[in-house]
């Protein structure tokens, strides 16, 4: 009787493992890769034989394949980034080995990385993530956020507006309504939400119109600025890799009070002073608060009872710092010769 | 708004500090403040008085004026129209350094112009350094001594900027509003200003027509024995540092009061009012006022203007008008000192394009009591000029007052995570001017009239908290108890997806949400108008709706790398996908009247991109556990028409795929199991030159040994920083032998490389090559 397919799975992912362990090289990843996930690969053939197990079998069987499938795919893109990483060139300069494969691996956009990094990070802490819309309702992106129609802070934002009155989101802070709304949260809660937010400017080397923000916030029964200053210590220092210090500074947003901006030593010139600190040894990363009471009751939350941190910082800023990108349009660009670099 | 130091020590008594101590003891404390420069004369600068004009004999538009410093006279010559006999002036003696209209400085020389020598010249503000004002001389105060060094009068100040936020704009958009700021934090006491005191309000001077307009209050002052003549120095220097022109010291003393107390202020020429009853009213649509810019506005219904006897005199809260301004001759005027709703003027001065340090802070709102202080400091200087008081208006229906907030002071320590003793808050409160009751367990706490930011107990945590210095505050180490199920469905497939099209050979890029009207004339698509969602204010006219295909974009991202691409025939050249959302109208959506869905799309370019595609979508379908036969209900792949890519040169075939993410999320038949991880390495972003590559072919024979990573090595290392790309394009066997062919791309980080340059290292490998390989160069 032949072995069930469960266990040919286990023994194709510990061959496949072991194979991928022994390449010497960049070039015998490919066919490696062809051998195990491609579309005629070892891994695709059992998978195909799924069809033929009876419905509960099929179930776990499909899980666990796709578990090996995911392992083997991520071990695979591990591996040719080790390659990459000794080779002494930057990664798109040289091509040209033995005859061309069908493909070689292709590479993922260093924002999504960043917030695959910053999920990391902040799930390690307990914060759910959250999405909401990208083209939003005014009372979401503004007056239930405490900033009514003649507010100046209103005023001064570059809103895209479309033609029947909508908005096209210009922070992530209405994700911490529609997310309390929608999935029925009640403190004690943690959540983030990475996302696209529009602002009407022109662009330059650190401006664009679409770009990504990070809106973190955290509510229980005795959420503090404390709490708030942990959790920005722990989040900058995982993604750079460095101890780093933060400094809270007075400022003001209509959806939180106390208000603050949240400077953190330069993590190029080590608070030397550098042109990309104009030569003050911080930079600003983000601004914060305890949220305001309005927009608690917004969220049904009883403010007597309930208080917490929010935050909202900019994505690109992080990933232009980790990977010494000088240019925020390059994100948008489609540049193969940057957008190849990263992964 | 800038700030000068020597005010703030007016006001100020006994502040010690540095300016540079009290730009970082407001940056951690109150807002973003820094030292932003110096403002002082030059020593070299003397008071000098004209005696005598008269034309140049050589040219029309210049006069050669005679100076004199008390002792002797010289002449020099000068092209300003507003000097007249018996007025001092700033002169520069040859061998003084001053500013020129780009800020740089230039040393003043013994010049002829025009065949007269002209031993040093007569000043305007900008040559002084003061203010870019150079459309004549800088008239100077007549009280002045003759022959004296003018910054003997005029103290060198340091300016500081501040970034003030909008909530302090009611109160720290001046000089006494940063000193008492800085006051609280440093615990000294405020010199306050002298004020006069108002007789009282009579029916000797206008009444006041407001129809149903929300004017919290208007105060009018009238007064006589006015004289328009130069400033004090000392007054036009803290005007100067303030950003702002003198003009004469009836308009001065108003601005002045503006940046040291907050308050706008206007004065009329009483004498060119058209009447006597005050007003102010809606303008009527089309209405017109010429300001005192001259230049002529046309208002709306929804702009205020002040009236006298109904007509127009003013852009409320503003700008005065040209004809009822102050003028050399004016010697009565009538103060407006009031208080506007501040929508209404941030929308005017938006329209109108007029944003003036008035309607600045009224459209911040600023405190109805605060036009007392304001009125009866204007008062006190024109009193000491010699002026006189006829008469005080004071329409003030509702006064103002600040709310009382009951406040817990244990709430302090609460938020802060900080233990803060009740005592601690009470001194800070005091310190700032509130007025605390804590007699009961709540304590009932009222702010001052201008911190109209303060009305819940969050804003007086704030007030403790920042001045006790947010530093103080420890970081809580955060308890680490991992999230049980961090990532929805639809973010765990997002990262599948994206590690699967990785893996497939797929490069991932982001475009923008616009849609972009030549990239969808690119591959022949075009928006249903009819669901596209319109942007009103967008950033160009090509990308006036959102996107409803991620193709358009991604096949333009294509192109923008194709000269970058490799130049022979590769099965697939490249491939890229994009995960992102599409906008229709709609009402299925989250948000009324639209509807978002996310879509996964990717083009592959080769001779076996078609292959590519059908394997990676049903890899793609594979994984949700939907049955491959099923591709139509979640979108569709194809191949891009071949005239449209031959028209962009592209002579392989151009494949492309794109799904209906969302319902691809919705129709799986298995749970995701994606695994969180740190997001690969930091890898550092290394640019590409922005130099001309040039491109080399090189062809050689071998024997079949020699392998193609021999070859390039042997390229790489003899090119070092120089060769960009190695590219074989051709390999055939013939006679025993392999002969391969290169491109090779030369290209320097640092420069143009010239032919030279090119044949040096060309030659060089090829030598190599010959010697190292036994290649022959064919």
């Known amino acids: 009787?032949?072995?069930?397919?469960?266990?040919?799975?286990?023994?194709?992912?510990?061959?496949?493992?072991?194979?991928?362990?022994?390449?010497?090289?960049?070039?015998?990843?490919?066919?490696?890769?062809?051998?195990?996930?491609?579309?005629?690969?070892?891994?695709?053939?059992?998978?195909?034989?799924?069809?033929?197990?009876?419905?509960?079998?099929?179930?776990?069987?499909?899980?666990?394949?796709?578990?090996?499938?995911?392992?083997?795919?991520?071990?695979?893109?591990?591996?040719?980034?080790?390659?990459?990483?000794?080779?002494?060139?930057?990664?798109?300069?040289?091509?040209?080995?033995?005859?061309p494969p069908a493909s070689s691996v292709g590479h993922?956009?260093?924002?999504?990385?960043?917030?695959?990094?910053?999920?990391?990070?902040?799930?390690?802490?307990?914060?759910?993530?959250?999405?909401?819309?990208?083209?939003?309702?005014?009372?979401?992106?503004?007056?239930?956020?405490?900033?009514?129609?003649?507010?100046?802070?209103?005023?001064?934002?570059?809103?895209f507006h479309t033609a029947s009155g909508s908005v096209l989101r210009t922070h992530t802070s209405p994700v911490q309504l529609r997310a309390v709304l929608a999935m029925n949260l009640t403190p004690p809660f943690s959540v983030i939400s990475p996302g696209r937010v529009f602002r009407s400017e022109s662009t330059d080397a650190s401006h664009e119109h679409t770009f990504h923000q990070l809106e973190a916030f955290m509510v229980g029964e005795r959420v503090t600025v404390a709490d708030f200053k942990g959790v920005v210590k722990k989040y900058f220092s995982d993604f750079f890799e460095q101890n780093v210090t933060t400094r809270l500074r007075p400022?003001?947003?209509?959806?939180?009070?106390?208000?603050?901006?949240?400077?953190?030593?330069?993590?190029?010139?080590?608070?030397?002073?550098?042109?990309?600190?104009?030569?003050?040894?911080?930079?600003?990363?983000?601004?914060?608060?305890?949220?305001?009471?309005?927009?608690?009751?917004?969220?049904?939350?009883?403010?007597?009872?309930?208080?917490?941190?929010?935050f909202g910082g900019g994505i690109d800023r992080l990933a232009m710092l980790r990977h010494h990108i000088d240019d925020v349009r390059l994100f948008m660009s489609g540049r193969l010769d940057f957008l190849n670099q990263f992964s | 708004m800038k700030i000068s130091y020597n005010w703030l020590q007016e006001l100020l008594p006994d502040l010690n500090s540095a300016p540079k101590d009290i730009a970082e003891l407001l940056t951690l404390h109150s807002f973003e403040t820094e030292v932003a420069g110096r403002l002082a004369v030059n020593p070299k600068v003397q008071v000098r008085k004209i005696i005598k004009l008269e034309p140049h004999p050589n040219a029309d538009r210049l006069q050669l004026a005679t100076i004199t410093n008390g002792l002797e006279k010289i002449t020099v010559v000068c092209g300003a129209p507003n000097i007249k006999i018996g007025q001092l002036v700033p002169y520069s003696p040859p061998g003084t350094a001053l500013f020129d209209e780009t800020g740089q400085d230039f040393t003043i020389k013994e010049t002829t112009i025009r065949g007269v020598t002209s031993p040093g010249m007569l000043n305007s503000l900008r040559e002084l350094g003061l203010h870019p004002e150079h459309a004549g001389i800088w008239i100077l105060p007549d009280d002045l001594p003759l022959g004296t060094s003018l910054a003997d009068h005029f103290p060198a100040d340091t300016i500081l900027k501040a970034e003030i936020t909008p909530n302090r704009a009611h109160d720290c958009l001046s000089h006494l509003g940063i000193a008492r700021e800085i006051a609280a934090l440093l615990a000294l006491e405020v010199k306050p200003p002298p004020l006069a005191e108002l007789p009282q309000p009579s029916s000797s001077i206008n009444g006041i027509s407001l129809g149903d307009i929300n004017i919290p209050r208007y105060m009018a002052v009238g007064f006589t024995n006015l004289v328009a003549k130069p400033s004090p120095l000392c007054l036009q220097a803290y005007l100067l540092a303030s950003g702002a022109k003198p003009h004469n010291q009836l308009v001065d003393i108003t601005n002045y009061v503006m940046y040291e107390i907050g308050d706008p202020t206007h004065l009329f020429d009483d004498q060119t009012l058209p009447g006597q009853i005050l007003g102010v009213r809606p303008a009527t649509d089309g209405e017109k006022i010429t300001a005192?810019?001259?230049?002529?506005?046309?208002?709306?219904?929804?702009?205020?203007?002040?009236?006298?006897?109904?007509?127009?005199?003013?852009?409320?809260?503003?700008?005065?008008?040209?004809?009822?301004?102050?003028?050399?001759?004016?010697?009565?005027?009538?103060?407006?000192?009031?208080?506007?709703?501040?929508?209404?003027?941030?929308?005017?001065?938006?329209?109108?394009?007029?944003?003036?340090?008035?309607?600045?802070?009224?459209?911040?709102?600023?405190?109805?009591?605060?036009?007392?202080?304001?009125?009866?400091?204007?008062?006190?200087?024109?009193?000491?000029s010699g002026a006189k008081i006829t008469g005080v208006m004071d329409y003030y229906p509702k006064p103002s007052r600040r709310p009382v907030i009951k406040f817990d002071p244990n709430q302090v320590s609460q938020f802060a995570g900080l233990n803060i003793a009740p005592d601690?808050?009470?001194?800070?409160?005091?310190?700032?001017?509130?007025?605390?009751?804590?007699?009961?367990?709540?304590?009932?706490?009222?702010?001052?009239?201008?911190?109209?930011?303060?009305?819940?107990?969050?804003?007086?945590?704030?007030?403790?908290?920042?001045v006790i210095g947010l530093d103080k505050i420890p970081s809580r180490?955060?308890?680490?108890?991992?999230?049980?199920?961090?990532?929805?469905?639809?973010?765990?497939?997002?990262?599948?997806?994206?590690?699967?099209?990785?893996?497939?050979?797929?490069?991932?890029?982001?475009?923008?949400?616009?849609?972009?009207?030549?990239?969808?004339d690119l591959v022949g698509q075009t928006l249903d108008k009819s669901i596209a969602i319109e942007i009103t204010n967008p950033i160009s006219p090509e990308q006036k709706y959102l996107r409803q295909s991620l193709l358009p974009g991604i096949y333009g991202h294509l192109l923008a790398n194709k000269s970058k691409l490799g130049k022979r025939a590769r099965s697939v050249e490249q491939a890229i996908f994009e995960i992102g959302r599409i906008f229709t109208r709609g009402d299925e959506g989250i948000v009324e009247g639209i509807v978002e869905i996310e879509h996964v799309a990717g083009i592959s370019w080769g001779e076996e991109g078609q292959a590519?595609?059908?394997?990676?979508?049903?890899?793609?379908?594979?994984?949700?556990?939907?049955?491959?036969?099923?591709?139509?209900?979640?979108?569709?792949?194809?191949?891009?028409?071949?005239?449209?890519?031959?028209?962009?040169?592209?002579?392989?075939?151009?494949a492309f795929f794109e799904l209906d993410f969302d319902r691809l999320i919705n129709s799986a038949e298995r749970d995701p199991d994606y695994q969180l991880t740190t997001g690969g390495p930091g890898l550092k972003y290394q640019a590409s030159s922005k130099y001309p590559p040039v491109y080399r072919d090189l062809s050689i024979i071998v024997s079949p040994q020699v392998t193609i990573e021999q070859i390039q090595g042997l390229i790489e290392d003899t090119g070092k920083d120089l060769i960009a790309d190695v590219d074989l394009f051709d390999e055939y066997q013939h006679q025993g032998q392999t002969s391969y062919a290169f491109h090779l791309k030369y290209q320097s980080p640092h420069r143009t490389l010239t032919d030279q340059d090119i044949e040096k290292i060309h030659h060089k490998i090829i030598s190599v090559l010959t010697k190292e390989l036994n290649a022959q160069i064919r």
């Open chain 2, 424 to 466: 601690q808050v009470k001194d800070i409160l005091i310190r700032l001017r509130c007025q605390v009751d804590d007699t009961a367990h709540l304590w009932a706490v009222t702010g001052p009239d201008d911190r109209l930011d303060l009305n819940i107990p969050p804003d007086l945590i704030e007030e403790v908290l920042r």
């Open chain 2, 292 to 384: 005192l810019d001259n230049e002529v506005y046309q208002l709306t219904r929804d702009d205020l203007v002040i009236t006298i006897d109904d007509k127009a005199v003013a852009i409320a809260g503003i700008k005065g008008g040209a004809a009822t301004g102050i003028n050399p001759s004016t010697t009565s005027g009538l103060l407006e000192s009031a208080n506007f709703p501040p929508h209404a003027i941030q929308q005017t001065a938006g329209r109108l394009n007029l944003s003036t340090e008035a309607s600045y802070r009224f459209a911040r709102g600023l405190d109805p009591n605060l036009i007392d202080i304001s009125t009866r400091r204007v008062a006190y200087l024109l009193l000491t």
């Open chain 1, 1 to 99: 009787m032949t072995e069930p397919l469960t266990e040919k799975l286990q023994h194709l992912r510990t061959e496949a493992k072991h194979a991928l362990d022994k390449a010497a090289d960049q070039d015998s990843l490919e066919p490696w890769r062809v051998k195990y996930l491609g579309r005629k690969g070892q891994l695709a053939r059992l998978i195909k034989d799924i069809s033929q197990l009876d419905a509960p079998a099929r179930k776990s069987a499909g899980q666990l394949a796709n578990t090996i499938k995911q392992e083997l795919t991520q071990a695979f893109t591990a591996r040719a980034a080790v390659f990459r990483d000794h080779h002494s060139a930057p990664a798109t300069a040289l091509s040209g080995a033995s005859l």
């Open chain 2, 612 to 654: 590519h595609i059908k394997g990676t979508v049903d890899d793609i379908l594979d994984q949700f556990s939907i049955s491959r036969t099923d591709l139509s209900r979640f979108g569709q792949v194809g191949l891009l028409d071949t005239d449209t890519r031959l028209a962009q040169k592209l002579n392989t075939p151009v």
């Open chain 2, 477 to 520: 180490t955060p308890n680490i108890t991992a999230a049980s199920r961090p990532l929805s469905d639809r973010v765990q497939w997002r990262e599948l997806t994206r590690d699967l099209l990785a893996a497939a050979g797929f490069t991932e890029t982001y475009n923008y949400s616009f849609s972009h009207q030549p990239s969808l």
């Open chain 1, 108 to 159: 993922l956009h260093p924002i999504t990385l960043s917030i695959r990094r910053i999920q990391h990070i902040f799930a390690r802490m307990g914060f759910i993530v959250a999405e909401g819309p990208l083209v939003e309702d005014p009372a979401y992106n503004f007056d239930l956020l405490n900033i009514p129609l003649h507010h100046p802070a209103r005023a001064e934002t570059d809103t």
């Open chain 1, 251 to 310: 400022s003001y947003f209509p959806f939180v009070e106390p208000g603050f901006e949240v400077d953190m030593s330069c993590i190029i010139c080590q608070q030397a002073g550098c042109s990309v600190c104009g030569r003050t040894g911080w930079l600003e990363m983000m601004g914060a608060g305890m949220v305001h009471p309005n927009v608690l009751k917004n969220m049904n939350i009883d403010h007597t009872r309930w208080q917490g941190f929010a």
